[in-house]
């Protein structure tokens, strides 16, 4: 199809009101069944993207609307799902368990870069990436609800703020998800311009021509996220024995290695871009490291009654400061720079080089506020209040339920702006 829709508007829209929705569905996953909101979200959000692939190119405006549904969808089940997992195991068990379900995150987006470029090519239409994705979250839930009362929004939100371990850490996510936001619209296109650089690949005028950078990248997605969430929780379940501070440690540290690795990569990009694959291997390798610590982190210094709420802030904040703007400011920057010098090939590679070193700088703040959380996560620790995270516990069918919708959810939101990416 010739569709002329640019990703970055469409992923706005996904991002605007998956931050804006997250806080209410936090409010009610902290006073009603867990259950039935993540499977109304997963259902709503399964319609809405069937609904997508039957959008027309000449309804340009529908897709704004449905990435904005499918963001509202994304938002329902996306904060009560990691507190199911919290609520069914102990401490000694639950990193582990949140590995398992963190790893849909990067193998589910690394997917939505192959298969969206699959779809396309081996179908000859786009709409179909829609509606494998849709095949994928098919659910059969018979749910209840039952109410509960609790405090007030404002005050969970008021003693949420006064909780120094958890804003740290959702500062360090932010930065976080400020790289892998850019990392992930722009690396294939500043690969593509550094092989024109060297000479190994012609100027394209084309939009797709860097799609082979695109299928690559979503391989090492893959392939990193899975080991890198992996050794995360196995590096902090064995830390924590010995150091109550373990946690945020390992992220501050993977952060700095993460940044470390970037800063090469863009050095090494126009001499070598196997070096340049390998050091940004190595970045998202110790990013994924820590989705579960993080996650894990929340869920021991915030107390049950209130961890849905969090998890939505955390969810706001981050998007909200980090991957809804860095692909726009990556983006601007790389024009400012390519608009007073130039308009050459080396400079069109060198633009993009020079303002991807904000998220070098990003992630070594990043590590700074995970450094500033092992300061306060001792003693804002809570205890393990059983008798309240009982009122939230589900059966083990529901959980089994929890990590097979969620795993094909998280990951192919992806999926639905690389789809167009590969199509344009």
Same mark, same amino acid.
């Given at each position: 199809?010739?569709?002329? #829709?640019?990703?970055?508007?469409?992923k706005? @829209?996904?991002i605007?009101?998956?931050?804006?929705?997250?806080?209410?569905?936090?409010?009610?996953?902290?006073?009603y069944?867990?259950?039935?909101?993540?499977?109304?979200?997963?259902?709503?959000?399964?319609?809405?993207?069937? &609904?997508?692939?039957?959008?027309?190119?000449?309804?340009h405006?529908?897709?704004?609307?449905?990435?904005?549904?499918?963001?509202?969808?994304?938002?329902?089940?996306? *904060?009560?799902?990691?507190?199911?997992?919290?609520?069914?195991?102990?401490?000694?068990?639950?990193t +582990?368990?949140?590995?398992?379900?963190?790893?849909?995150?990067?193998?589910g987006?690394? #997917? &939505?870069?192959?298969?969206?470029?699959?779809?396309?090519?081996?179908?000859?239409?786009?709409?179909?990436?829609?509606?494998?994705?849709y095949?994928?979250? $098919?659910?059969g839930?018979?749910? @209840?609800?039952?109410?509960?009362?609790?405090?007030?929004?404002?005050?969970?939100?008021?003693s949420?703020?006064?909780?120094?371990?958890?804003?740290?850490?959702?500062?360090?996510? *932010?930065?976080m998800?400020f790289?892998?936001?850019?990392l992930?619209?722009?690396?294939?296109?500043?690969?593509?311009?550094?092989?024109?650089?060297?000479?190994?690949?012609?100027?394209?005028?084309?939009?797709?021509?860097?799609?082979?950078? @695109?299928?690559i990248?979503?391989?090492?997605?893959?392939g990193?996220?899975?080991? &890198?969430?992996?050794?995360?929780?196995?590096?902090?379940?064995?830390?924590?024995?010995?150091?109550?501070?373990?946690?945020?440690?390992?992220?501050?540290?993977?952060?700095?290695?993460s940044?470390?690795? #970037?800063?090469i990569? $863009?050095?090494?990009?126009?001499?070598?871009? *196997?070096?340049?694959?390998?050091?940004?291997?190595?970045?998202?390798?110790f990013?994924?490291?820590?989705?579960?610590?993080?996650?894990?982190?929340?869920?021991?210094?915030? *107390?049950?009654?209130?961890?849905?709420?969090?998890?939505?802030?955390?969810?706001?904040?981050?998007?909200?400061?980090?991957?809804?703007?860095?692909?726009?400011?990556v983006?601007?920057?790389?024009?400012?720079?390519?608009?007073?010098?130039?308009?050459?090939?080396?400079?069109?590679?060198?633009?993009?080089?020079?303002?991807?070193?904000?998220c070098?700088?990003?992630?070594?703040?990043?590590?700074g506020?995970?450094?500033?959380? @092992?300061?306060?996560?001792?003693?804002?620790?809570?205890?393990? +209040? +059983?008798?309240?995270?009982?009122?939230?516990?589900?059966?083990?069918?529901?959980?089994?339920?929890?990590f097979?919708?969620?795993?094909?959810?998280?990951?192919?939101?992806?999926?639905?702006?690389?789809?167009?990416?590969?199509?344009?």
């Amino acid at each position: 199809g010739e569709v002329c #829709l640019s990703p970055s508007p469409l992923k706005k @829209s996904f991002i605007l009101c998956y931050m804006v929705a997250a806080p209410f569905f936090g409010y009610l996953g902290d006073r009603y069944n867990r259950k039935i909101i993540l499977g109304a979200g997963i259902f709503f959000w399964s319609a809405v993207t069937l &609904g997508t692939s039957f959008i027309s190119e000449s309804y340009h405006w529908m897709f704004f609307l449905s990435r904005g549904l499918v963001g509202i969808g994304t938002a329902s089940y996306s *904060t009560v799902a990691p507190t199911i997992i919290a609520d069914q195991f102990d401490e000694g068990k639950r990193t +582990t368990m949140l590995s398992v379900f963190y790893i849909c995150i990067p193998v589910g987006s690394g #997917l &939505g870069y192959v298969l969206a470029s699959s779809m396309a090519n081996v179908t000859g239409d786009w709409h179909w990436a829609f509606r494998v994705s849709y095949s994928l979250s $098919l659910m059969g839930l018979t749910l @209840s609800i039952s109410g509960t009362i609790r405090t007030t929004w404002w005050q969970d939100v008021i003693s949420l703020g006064k909780n120094c371990s958890f804003v740290w850490s959702t500062l360090g996510l *932010t930065a976080m998800a400020f790289v892998t936001g850019a990392l992930g619209m722009w690396v294939p296109m500043f690969l593509y311009r550094a092989q024109v650089v060297q000479g190994t690949v012609s100027p394209c005028a084309e939009k797709s021509c860097n799609s082979s950078n @695109s299928l690559i990248f979503g391989g090492i997605t893959i392939g990193t996220g899975i080991l &890198g969430v992996v050794a995360g929780a196995e590096a902090a379940r064995r830390l924590r024995k010995i150091n109550n501070r373990g946690d945020p440690l390992i992220c501050a540290t993977s952060m700095f290695v993460s940044a470390l690795c #970037l800063f090469i990569a $863009l050095m090494m990009a126009q001499r070598s871009i *196997t070096s340049t694959f390998i050091f940004i291997a190595l970045g998202e390798l110790f990013l994924s490291a820590n989705w579960a610590v993080v996650t894990d982190i929340l869920l021991y210094v915030v *107390t049950p009654r209130r961890q849905s709420t969090a998890i939505a802030l955390q969810i706001l904040v981050s998007h909200l400061l980090g991957d809804a703007g860095s692909p726009y400011l990556v983006g601007a920057i790389s024009s400012v720079i390519q608009a007073n010098n130039n308009h050459s090939v080396q400079w069109s590679f060198r633009s993009l080089q020079y303002s991807f070193i904000i998220c070098v700088f990003v992630g070594v703040i990043g590590g700074g506020f995970f450094l500033l959380t @092992s300061f306060y996560v001792e003693d804002d620790h809570v205890p393990n +209040t +059983t008798a309240d995270a009982l009122k939230f516990r589900q059966t083990g069918q529901d959980l089994e339920n929890s990590f097979s919708f969620y795993s094909a959810m998280v990951g192919f939101k992806q999926l639905d702006s690389t789809s167009l990416l590969a199509s344009s």
